[in-house]
């Protein structure tokens, strides 16, 4: 029985030793991926402070452009009413070119004027006269007018040049940051890409570690159960090494009284412990068969 309960004793211990080298094992591995779950999570960090930057950085651009194109509809609607006046202004000037210049007529004007004072005139000739001079007048009138759109279309030009260019600036300036938004378009999908790898890849080691955690609470509950067998055995062991050395003990007890017995037969001298061990059984011996009476 005692064999049994050793070789048991010894299959315990071998799985008690086999399932806390695994759970030794068990433990390193989820130490292991905790520190790379912890070095991902520090990586998504900056990786989401690089969204949150670039994010802001194209709305700053967004912005920008926003302002360009308010900027440029400006310039454009100025661009718009010197072209509105230069169409006036070319108008006028190009009625001035029919019909004699203003200086012929600033002649004709004063050769009618002189007239009037140095020649006899009836009546009607001179109202003539005078409704000719009145016309000329009126025509030498829009000849200047003429002549200052003429000097207006000239500045007018150099502000429709620059107009034009203020445009063509501000349409590369548009083109330029609409470029730069694209671009950090593109950037920003590649760090959303890095972080949803990121996120899979935590997701991952988290359910690792949960399913090793259960597993090292597994091993945890079963090392619990054979300790406990272990335990028991150890004392049933205990039980039957005391069992074993009272039996052993009886019989040599038992022995002594006997080789007693036969040396009193014989009238031979008793040794102490043979003295004492056929008092010892004797005793014993009226003790039960007092108890039976």
Do not use: C, H
């Amino acid at each position: 029985m005692s064999v049994e309960l050793e070789k048991l004793l010894d299959e315990v211990t071998r799985k008690i030793e086999e399932l806390r080298a695994q759970r030794s094992e068990l433990v390193q591995k989820v130490t292991a991926l905790r520190e790379e779950r912890k070095r991902l999570i520090e990586k998504k960090r900056v990786e989401v402070q690089r969204l949150k930057e670039l994010r802001e950085e194209r709305k700053e651009k967004v912005e920008e452009v926003r302002k360009l194109r308010e900027a440029k509809k400006k310039v454009r609607e100025e661009l718009n009413e010197v072209l509105e006046e230069i169409k006036k202004l070319r108008s006028i000037v190009e009625n001035s070119k029919k019909g004699p210049s203003a200086s012929a007529i600033r002649r004709r004007i004063q050769q009618l004027e002189w007239r009037l004072q140095t020649s006899v005139l009836t009546r009607e000739e001179e109202e003539e006269i005078v409704r000719e001079i009145a016309r000329l007048e009126e025509v030498l009138e829009r000849l200047s007018k003429a002549e200052e759109a003429k000097r207006k279309l000239i500045e007018l030009r150099a502000e429709l040049a620059r107009l034009r260019l203020l445009l063509k600036n501000y349409t590369e300036a548009i083109s330029e940051t609409s470029n730069k938004i694209a671009e950090i378009d593109s950037r920003i999908e590649n760090v959303r890409e890095v972080i949803d790898q990121l996120n899979s890849k935590i997701d991952e080691l988290g359910k690792r570690i949960e399913e090793i955690s259960a597993k090292i609470e597994e091993i945890d509950g079963e090392l619990q159960r054979l300790r406990e067998e272990r335990r028991r055995i150890i004392e049933n062991l205990k039980k039957r090494e005391q069992l074993d050395v009272k039996v052993k003990g009886e019989t040599l007890l038992n022995e002594l009284a006997k080789r007693a017995r036969e040396k009193l037969s014989r009238g031979e001298a008793l040794t102490f412990e043979e003295l004492q061990a056929l008092m010892m059984v004797e005793s014993d011996g009226a003790e039960d068969t007092g108890g039976n009476g």
